[in-house]
C-alpha cells in the first residue's frame, strides 16, 4: 500500500516538472489574462448591483407595509376601545372597529 502511494506521489512530481505541465499552466495563465476585460467586468458589476439594489428596495417595501398595516389595525383598536393589551377580555383578534367614529376619525 505504502510503496503505490509513493509511486503516485513521485508520478505526480515527475508529471508537474514536466514542459508540457509548465506549458500549460503558462497558457491558463495567458488565457485568463485576456479573458478578463474591465469594460465588460464594471457592465456586470453594474447590472448586478442594480437588480440587488430593486430587488432590496421591493423586499424592503413588502416587509416595511406588511409591519405597519398591524401597526395601523392595532392603533385603530385602541382607539375604538375594542383591544386593551392590559385586558384579557379585549384581545386583538376580536377586535371590530366598523361604525366607529373615533377610529375613522384618527385614521384621517
Do not use: W
Not at 413588502?62 to 405597519?68: D, E, N
Amino acid at each position: 500500500m505504502r510503496r503505490t502511494v509513493k509511486r503516485k506521489v513521485r508520478r505526480l512530481q515527475r508529471r508537474e516538472n514536466s514542459a508540457f505541465t509548465q506549458t500549460r499552466i503558462h497558457q491558463i495563465s495567458k488565457a485568463t489574462v485576456t479573458i478578463i476585460n474591465d469594460d465588460k467586468l464594471s457592465l456586470f458589476l453594474k447590472s448586478i448591483f442594480m437588480i440587488m439594489f430593486f430587488f432590496v428596495t421591493f423586499l424592503n417595501r413588502y416587509f416595511v407595509s406588511y409591519i405597519v398595516q398591524f401597526q395601523f389595525y392595532e392603533a385603530l383598536c385602541k382607539e375604538a376601545g375594542q383591544y386593551d393589551p392590559n385586558d384579557i377580555n379585549k384581545p386583538l383578534y376580536k377586535c371590530d372597529f366598523d361604525n366607529s367614529k373615533a377610529a375613522g376619525d384618527k385614521l384621517k
